[in-house]
């Protein structure tokens, strides 16, 4: 869990591939209900390397949890993977593996 999120607010998740990414990275992200049914929102986004791009959503009150996973190409790449809410940053990390941040959101 890397932290909570406010209902109302204004997400941005954003990736940045360094230019020695062996491949495509994709990050999926997406809100998850308080019954988990059905994922909402979901969005995935296909960085290659050296490249960026970002998803910004509003957090409507039907999210429990936001899911994010990153999924590394498969001969290795390293980017930074980065979360605001209203333009504040919540986390900001250099990753090299797939990798799977969760938020609660309140």
Do not use: C
């Not at 495509?24 to 308080?34: A, L, N, R």
């Not at 957090?59 to 999924?71: G, S, T």
């Not at 993977?81 to 940053?89: P, R, S, Y």
């Amino acid at each position: 869990m890397k932290g909570i999120l406010e209902i109302g607010n204004t997400i941005k998740v954003s990736y940045t591939a360094s230019a020695s990414s062996s491949g495509v990275t994709s990050v999926q992200v997406g809100t998850v209900p308080p019954d988990a049914s059905n994922p909402s929102g979901a969005k995935v986004l296909m960085i290659s390397p050296a490249g960026s791009d970002s998803h910004a959503f509003k957090l409507l009150d039907n999210a429990e949890m936001v899911r994010i996973f990153v999924k590394m190409p498969t001969r290795g790449g390293t980017g930074t993977l980065t979360v605001t809410e209203n333009g504040e940053t919540k986390n900001s990390e250099k990753i090299s593996a797939d990798t799977d941040w969760s938020y609660s959101v309140e």
